[in-house]
């Protein structure tokens, strides 16, 4: 039974607005799920008959971007299986919306492939680990995210050369952590589920109890790393002092300072439209935050290339100073429109894309950036755009898969895990899902199944994109 079919009968708790239900009660309705979606059936995957052409989806989502980046798009999913998964969060929404769900409903990342998470800065400066990309986010089922993250795995296991073995038993650590997380939740008073995280102690003690000497060392470098990639450290790489003035320098394809962007008069008017996005998204800010920023003068904005899903998207970092030439703010504003689960998981209750990601990183994440925001604007085409605005580094650290052996990964998968179940357990039924997966490992085998399906599909894909780029049918660029 499909999302939608459940949709109607599945009883609704206090956890997603219903009427207030005793514990026992919502594990009963989580353990009756699994008549209409048994366990062993999210194992069972084949696509659907009438599947959308996968070249079909990602020109799509072209046609609405800028269009000179989006070679660069295609360049960067053409280069392995894993990176064409990871711009293809819109083709797999597709697919999943056919598989067996339990009708429980959480709020999802909708992409939370293994890159998705990691090191973050929160507001009280301590390390966390989380999840990092909420452009999809968007109420829907909890099963969603955790297969996206299972096959993220497999398609890095691969490419690592792991064997079916080592792949099942990363796979198997991923979903287990999350099953077993969800447990411990449930038996958990609500506000500690609220304030429970992933910090650098738990960090440090998981790899003094789970790695070699030199995986423990690679813990404590991405630490002390992470700590480094923060506005100073941008503000280094990224900028100049040109006449005097700061300003951001060029990176060919990557990085074009809004001076070198477009003729004078067009140029202006974006640059009154992003300083009008900065100005005006305080108002989504809390009081003192916002006070806060309006400490700040902007003195230089430019177009970035973000990601690998993203690319296309209008995405600005912004260049603000404080005190003064040495008290750099470094803002980024990114485009959101709809989450590409809108199709088949219903659309947000919220009126604009940025207001939406804002919503779910919010609700998902133990800690946010103290800067993340939200406004709209007129673009020069006389479109309304929507961005999300927060920091562009903040104390972050991202996973190197390729580096990774086995035992590291499987350490990281059971991480990711835990750190998933969390940010479900904040939103959704904790107890009915706990319930539903119960004690046994057969969600956990079933999620092994599907998730080599679908790496293999994904290959399919990925080589579709291949072809499409050798026959013509689309360009694509290194970069």
């Given at each position: 039974m499909t999302m939608r079919d459940m949709s109607a009968t599945a009883a609704p708790t206090a956890a997603d607005g219903g009427p207030r239900l005793s514990p026992k009660d919502r594990a009963v309705n989580g353990r009756a799920a699994r008549a209409a979606a048994p366990r062993t059936s999210h194992g069972d995957f084949e696509p659907s008959s009438d599947r959308a052409d996968p070249m079909d989806v990602i020109?799509?989502?072209?046609?609405?971007?800028?269009?000179?980046?989006?070679?660069?798009?295609?360049?960067?999913?053409?280069?392995?299986?894993?990176?064409?998964?990871?711009?293809?969060?819109?083709?797999?929404?597709?697919?999943?919306?056919?598989?067996p769900d339990s009708g429980i409903r959480v709020q999802l990342c909708g992409d939370a492939h293994m890159l998705n998470f990691r090191l973050l800065g929160s507001p009280e400066r301590n390390l966390l680990f989380d999840i990092n990309d909420f452009d999809e986010t968007l109420p829907g089922p909890w099963e969603w995210d955790v297969k996206r993250l299972a096959t993220s795995l497999v398609i890095a296991g691969r490419e690592n050369g792991f064997s079916d073995g080592e792949r099942a038993t990363i796979v198997t650590s991923a979903v287990r952590g999350y099953r077993e997380q969800m447990r411990a939740f449930a038996e958990m008073r609500t506000l500690d589920v609220w304030y429970a995280r992933v910090d650098e102690t738990h960090l440090q003690a998981l790899a003094e109890g789970s790695l070699h000497t030199r995986g423990r060392k690679n813990v404590s470098e991405a630490l002390s790393k992470a700590r480094g990639r923060d506005s100073l450290q941008a503000f280094e790489k990224l900028t100049e002092v040109v006449d005097g003035r700061r300003r951001f320098v060029a990176v060919p394809q990557l990085i074009t300072p809004a001076s070198e962007l477009l003729p004078g008069h067009e140029r202006d008017?974006?640059?009154?439209?992003?300083r009008d996005v900065v100005g005006r998204y305080g108002d989504s800010l809390q009081s003192d935050r916002?006070?806060?920023?309006?400490?700040?003068s902007i003195v230089?904005?430019?177009?970035?290339?973000?990601?690998v899903g993203s690319v296309g998207t209008r995405c600005w970092i912004v260049l603000l100073l404080g005190r003064d030439g040495e008290d750099p703010l470094i803002l980024q504003a990114k485009e959101a429109g709809d989450s590409v689960l809108a199709a088949y998981a219903g659309p947000s209750e919220y009126a604009?894309?940025?207001?939406?990601?804002?919503?779910?990183?919010?609700l998902m994440q133990a800690a946010s950036d103290i800067f993340l925001g939200w406004q709209q604007t007129h673009g020069l085409d006389g479109l309304e755009r929507s961005f999300y605005v927060r920091q562009l580094r903040d104390w972050k650290g991202i996973a190197e898969p390729a580096r990774m052996v086995p035992r590291g990964m499987r350490v990281f998968a059971g991480l990711c895990g835990v750190t998933l179940a969390r940010a479900h357990a904040r939103s959704g039924d904790r107890i009915a899902i706990a319930a539903y997966l119960g004690r046994s490992g057969a969600f956990d085998q079933a999620l092994v199944r599907f998730a080599e399906s679908y790496a293999d599909l994904n290959e399919r894909d990925h080589q579709r994109l291949v072809d499409a780029i050798a026959s013509g049918r689309v360009t694509a660029v290194a970069a």
């Open positions: 020109e799509r989502q072209s046609a609405t971007r800028l269009q000179e980046l989006v070679p660069i798009r295609y360049g960067r999913m053409a280069e392995s299986p894993f990176r064409f998964y990871r711009g293809a969060a819109a083709i797999m929404a597709g697919d999943l919306a056919g598989t008017s974006v640059e009154d439209q992003i916002r006070h806060l920023l309006h400490q700040y230089d904005m430019a177009r970035k290339v973000v990601g604009t894309g940025g207001e939406r990601v804002v919503a779910g990183q919010r």
